[in-house]
């Protein structure tokens, strides 16, 4: 290994905790002790750090091998896991592997064969199939909400990849509801079931906005001018209805992105990263939102669309209210419809005359370079104070890709740093900078 491994004190030191909570530490504890795991806790409780945790204890620095194999059902879950772990500095590689970008790409990546892969199922059985990594040295299987994986019509190629691995020792599970069966084919005999189901999340507060139309986006637009600048999603059943929705707040003044499966996936990846760094406070956005996006500070969600399902409203509501913080769902209800079930009784919240929120005040910057060409965040940061002359507060989050960067900067400021920094080189490479349209 090129870098220092770091120990689990370290990790947290970087990732600014300084402790565990009750369910990250029962998880990591069992995960050293049993082979079989299966952690049930509410979304936002910090399920991956649980497992991450205790597998990069466990990996073999000596070996230059896969040795751990998370699946996820989703591409945006996929980058968000292999993102906490370039986070945590632990000095092991990390690759993903997932659909709507070259399988080209995942081969040269691979060829440098990371200790953790993170992917989705379709892709990573495809590249078991095809060979391109040695399956002979993972000890360590995750399905990560392994529940939605099988809901979304992956049975078969988990199954694939259960098959494909023949020297597993330690299997892992981990979903945000309970599921009444554990999938068979992926073998376990006595798993240890590590459950916070029950004890929910307190600090969600759930509440009902009464539409007097059948048509609720008139009531939307009234909602998020009583909610002002706050970060929050707009959940829709359908994808039809987003960009109907997206039409009508932009008419109206209001900022937002929009997230949903149809869209490319570099599209989606951008929408996520100007949401991530404040350039577009809300996002609208279907069931692909509800897992995957792991943005803390969420400060609400709102559902245009009543959910079809428990699980559904589950984890849209667990977008917020996310590690410790507070957050409240919103329920939009046209005043002849009737709330399922699952839903219950609400509060209503009466809606004060405001005024439209003000436009964000950063703006997203495209760099065309990026991890593999040597370039790192202190880097780009040290170029924009030096070269565009920001100060500090004038620079927000960075987050950088493999072959490209996108940066915050304070929208005011934004013009002038593409005029100072485009096609200027940082290390070795010429690059191209741009507003993030």
Same mark, same amino acid.
């Given at each position: 290994m090129s870098k220092q491994i770091k120990n689990q004190k370290e990790i947290l030191e970087k990732l600014g905790i300084e402790q565990l909570n009750p369910m990250q530490e029962e998880a990591r504890l069992a995960i050293h002790s049993a082979t079989e795991v299966v952690v049930l806790s509410p979304t936002g409780t910090g399920k991956t750090?649980? @497992?991450?945790?205790?597998?990069?204890? %466990?990996?073999?620095? $000596?070996?230059? %091998? /896969?040795?751990a194999l998370i699946i996820t059902p989703t591409r945006e879950l996929t980058i968000q896991i292999e993102q906490v772990i370039r986070e945590m500095g632990t000095g092991y590689k990390v690759d993903s592997a997932y659909g709507g970008r070259s399988f080209s790409k995942d081969k040269i990546a691979l060829k440098h064969r990371p200790a953790i892969l993170v992917g989705t199922p379709g892709r990573v059985a495809a590249h078991l199939r095809r060979t391109t990594f040695s399956a002979e040295n993972i000890r360590t299987l995750v399905l990560d909400e392994f529940d939605k994986s099988l809901e979304v019509g992956f049975e078969d190629e988990m199954s694939e990849i259960v098959e494909a691995l023949p020297n597993v020792e330690k299997k892992i599970l981990t979903s945000a509801t309970k599921s009444s069966d554990m999938p068979e084919f992926v073998g376990l005999r006595k798993p240890v079931f590590v459950d916070y189901l029950d004890q929910? /999340?307190?600090?969600?507060?759930? $509440? $009902? /906005?009464?539409?007097?139309?059948?048509? $609720?986006?008139?009531?939307? @637009?009234?909602t998020l001018c009583h909610l002002g600048n706050q970060p929050g999603i707009v959940f829709c059943n359908f994808k039809d209805s987003i960009q109907r929705l997206s039409d009508y707040l932009t008419e109206k003044g209001i900022s937002h992105g929009c997230f949903y499966g149809g869209l490319e996936q570099n599209d989606r990846e951008q929408a996520l990263i100007k949401f991530r760094n404040g350039t577009h406070q809300i996002i609208i956005a279907t069931d692909l939102a509800a897992r995957g996006i792991d943005v803390s500070e969420i400060k609400f969600i709102i559902h245009y669309h009543l959910p079809l399902r428990a699980e559904e409203f589950t984890h849209r509501n667990g977008r917020t209210a996310r590690m410790h913080n507070k957050g409240t769902a919103y329920v939009l209800q046209w005043e002849n419809e009737f709330l399922p079930d699952f839903i219950g009784h609400l509060e209503e919240e009466f809606l004060e005359e405001t005024a439209v929120p003000q436009p964000s005040s950063w703006e997203t910057i495209f760099i065309s370079g990026g991890r593999k060409d040597k370039i790192s965040k202190g880097d780009i940061a040290g170029t924009f104070f030096r070269q565009a002359g920001l100060k500090k507060e004038e620079l927000g989050i960075i987050e950088l890709k493999n072959d490209c960067a996108f940066v915050a900067v304070a929208a005011s400021r934004a013009n002038y740093v593409v005029e100072k920094l485009d096609n200027i080189r940082l290390k070795k490479k010429k690059v191209r900078v741009r507003i993030l349209e």
């Amino acid at each position: 290994m090129s870098k220092q491994i770091k120990n689990q004190k370290e990790i947290l030191e970087k990732l600014g905790i300084e402790q565990l909570n009750p369910m990250q530490e029962e998880a990591r504890l069992a995960i050293h002790s049993a082979t079989e795991v299966v952690v049930l806790s509410p979304t936002g409780t910090g399920k991956t750090l649980a @497992f991450l945790l205790p597998i990069i204890e %466990e990996l073999d620095e $000596k070996l230059e %091998e /896969v040795q751990a194999l998370i699946i996820t059902p989703t591409r945006e879950l996929t980058i968000q896991i292999e993102q906490v772990i370039r986070e945590m500095g632990t000095g092991y590689k990390v690759d993903s592997a997932y659909g709507g970008r070259s399988f080209s790409k995942d081969k040269i990546a691979l060829k440098h064969r990371p200790a953790i892969l993170v992917g989705t199922p379709g892709r990573v059985a495809a590249h078991l199939r095809r060979t391109t990594f040695s399956a002979e040295n993972i000890r360590t299987l995750v399905l990560d909400e392994f529940d939605k994986s099988l809901e979304v019509g992956f049975e078969d190629e988990m199954s694939e990849i259960v098959e494909a691995l023949p020297n597993v020792e330690k299997k892992i599970l981990t979903s945000a509801t309970k599921s009444s069966d554990m999938p068979e084919f992926v073998g376990l005999r006595k798993p240890v079931f590590v459950d916070y189901l029950d004890q929910g /999340v307190p600090k969600l507060t759930i $509440k $009902k /906005v009464i539409s007097p139309n059948k048509d $609720k986006m008139e009531t939307l @637009f009234k909602t998020l001018c009583h909610l002002g600048n706050q970060p929050g999603i707009v959940f829709c059943n359908f994808k039809d209805s987003i960009q109907r929705l997206s039409d009508y707040l932009t008419e109206k003044g209001i900022s937002h992105g929009c997230f949903y499966g149809g869209l490319e996936q570099n599209d989606r990846e951008q929408a996520l990263i100007k949401f991530r760094n404040g350039t577009h406070q809300i996002i609208i956005a279907t069931d692909l939102a509800a897992r995957g996006i792991d943005v803390s500070e969420i400060k609400f969600i709102i559902h245009y669309h009543l959910p079809l399902r428990a699980e559904e409203f589950t984890h849209r509501n667990g977008r917020t209210a996310r590690m410790h913080n507070k957050g409240t769902a919103y329920v939009l209800q046209w005043e002849n419809e009737f709330l399922p079930d699952f839903i219950g009784h609400l509060e209503e919240e009466f809606l004060e005359e405001t005024a439209v929120p003000q436009p964000s005040s950063w703006e997203t910057i495209f760099i065309s370079g990026g991890r593999k060409d040597k370039i790192s965040k202190g880097d780009i940061a040290g170029t924009f104070f030096r070269q565009a002359g920001l100060k500090k507060e004038e620079l927000g989050i960075i987050e950088l890709k493999n072959d490209c960067a996108f940066v915050a900067v304070a929208a005011s400021r934004a013009n002038y740093v593409v005029e100072k920094l485009d096609n200027i080189r940082l290390k070795k490479k010429k690059v191209r900078v741009r507003i993030l349209e």
